[in-house]
Antibody, heavy 116, light 112 residues
Framework: EVQLQESGPGLVKPSQSLSLTCSVTGYSITSNYWGWIRKFPGNKMEWMGYISYSGSTSYNPSLKSRISITRDTSKNQFFLQLNSVTTEDTATYYC??????????WGQGVMVTVSS | DVVMTQTPVSLPVSLGGQASISCRSSQSLVHSNGNTYLHWYLQKPGQSPQLLIYRVSNRFSGVPDRFSGSGSGTDFTLKISRVEPEDLGDYYCLQSTHFPRTFGGGTKLELK
């Protein structure tokens, strides 16, 4: 079974970059799609973007040029970088596998607070 | 972006009872390939979201048949029969027909 686990700092200062890692076991990230989703305080959920089996990426336009998703296939990991964060980026961040247009397996989530 | 409107926001239920959650989209969710990419998730307290239903009415592996999805176009429903304690939590619909993928605002299923 696919398992995903997020890791990264829980506190980021405003204007800095948020960097998270998703480690995947049980399946190769060179198959399917691998995405990031976040849940804000108040429960709104937002799809952020994905990286495909080939390494191509797709991002939510709401994040404009602040987001980058990359991968290391040798470690079976993919990464989220979100630049110029503000307090509005405070959320729980999830990585997930996307197959046939739906997310079937998710990580447990990592809470990130943006605060000085 | 496609706006997904879920109702109700809160749904008190009795154990053993039935619950129905509505999800309406601001545009038709029928893809050009003929499929409808509307999915349902449950997030239990302290856990990550889990897939219940994909493409309107298909139960994901291990999901009990107490859960059923229906609908078409812009109007979709998740029904839970014989509600059990482990069914309590936040339910979300997700559309992936249109870019970007968008979620409904969520429905909290709680005990009456």
């Amino acid at each position: 079974e696919v398992q995903l686990q997020e890791s990264g700092p829980g506190l980021v200062k405003p204007s800095q970059s948020l960097s998270l890692t998703c480690s995947v076991t049980g399946y190769s990230i060179t198959s399917n799609y691998w995405g990031w989703i976040r849940k804000f305080p108040g429960n709104k959920m937002e799809w952020m973007g994905y990286i495909s089996y080939s390494g191509s990426t797709s991002y939510n336009p709401s994040l404009k040029s602040r987001i980058s998703i990359t991968r290391d296939t040798s470690k079976n990991q993919f990464f989220l970088q979100l630049n110029s964060v503000t307090t509005e980026d405070t959320a729980t961040y999830y990585c997930a596998e996307e197959k046939w247009y739906y997310f079937d397996y998710w990580g447990q989530g990592v809470m990130v607070t943006v605060s000085s | 972006d496609v706006v997904m409107t879920q109702t109700p926001v809160s749904l008190p239920v009795s154990l053993g009872g039935q619950a129905s959650i509505s999800c309406r989209s601001s545009q038709s969710l029928v893809h050009s390939n003929g499929n409808t990419y509307l999915h349902w998730y449950l997030q239990k307290p302290g856990q990550s979201p889990q897939l219940l239903i994909y493409r309107v009415s298909n139960r994901f592996s291990g999901v009990p048949d107490r859960f059923s999805g229906s609908g078409s176009g812009t109007d979709f429903t998740l029904k839970i029969s014989r509600v059990e304690p482990e069914d309590l939590g936040d339910y979300y619909c997700l559309q992936s027909t249109h870019f970007p993928r968008t979620f409904g605002g969520g429905t909290k299923l709680e005990l009456k």
